[in-house]
């Protein structure tokens, strides 16, 4: 499903995603020591096969989750002459992507690897901003946002993907039956992502939605595969300690997922989309300040389109 992002709209009386800042931070510190999801993978794949389709050849391409996105490799396979940059938010993943992603003496002989960027926005700007899976879990889309646009030379592009509303939506009966609270964060639809790239600054942002269908044999599995993803960051959820007795009965009820087939079944709702940096409009009134980055842009942009 694709469709343009709806006009900007105030968005009055509709909460951002809220998160749990305890929870997220233990996320954090689970996340930096284990594997990428194996979801993170398939879901940068089919986000790589999407950029033969965009005609703008980066030179500068600033990959915004390089630890969980598992895309360091297919960005280099699909823009070899660019230089790959890599930024990571303060915490736990900083401190693994240091060490993952540091360019070795060969890699810098030749000019390979990739290179930090310590804070956004991006200075020099770059042509690509990628991000896969990640905005789910950010607790100020808005100001990210801002700090994608401000990062991106004009005529660039940001490409990203992260978990809907609609995912796990299947447990909602479950938890509201059991009093546990929401099984996962009210994350912000396709419609207000869009919107919130145009208040952003971003220009003609195009929105996908796809809905994947996944299935387990045993409830063990399935709870091993939602820590993977990071568990719930609801503020509603549960705040204490859970006990053995608790586990058993989420794994009693959890059986109730199970299709004709006898598979447990959750449904994944990923929204993904991309969205261009458009030259700025410069105004005219009897007295008009512009600065020199502004104008400099302007005037690219015209000579480009002339």
Known sequence: MSEPASPPSSNEGR????LDPAALARQQRRLAGAEPP???????RRMAERLPFIKLQPRRVLDATPVLGSSQELLREAYPQAEL???????PLLARAQRELAPGWWQRLRGGGAARVEQLPAQPAVDLLWSNLALHACPDLPALLAAWQA??????FVMFSCLGPDSFVELRPLWAEAG??????????????????VQAGFA???MDQERLRLTWSEPEKLLADLRALGGNLAPTRFAGLRGRGWRQELLRRLERLRDDQGRLVLTLELVSGHALKAAPRLTVAAETRVSVDSLRS????GRRGG
């Open 204 to 206: 003609d942002p195009v």
């Open 85 to 91: 940059l890599w930024h990571e938010a303060p915490g």
């Open 15 to 18: 909460r951002p995603q809220d």
């Open 38 to 44: 194996w979801l993170h993978a398939e879901v940068a």
């Open 298 to 301: 302007a005037l690219k942009s």
């Open 151 to 156: 990062s991106l030379a004009v005529d660039g």
């Open 180 to 197: 546990w609270g929401r099984p996962a964060p009210d994350w912000w639809d396709m419609h207000d992502l869009g919107d919130l790239l």
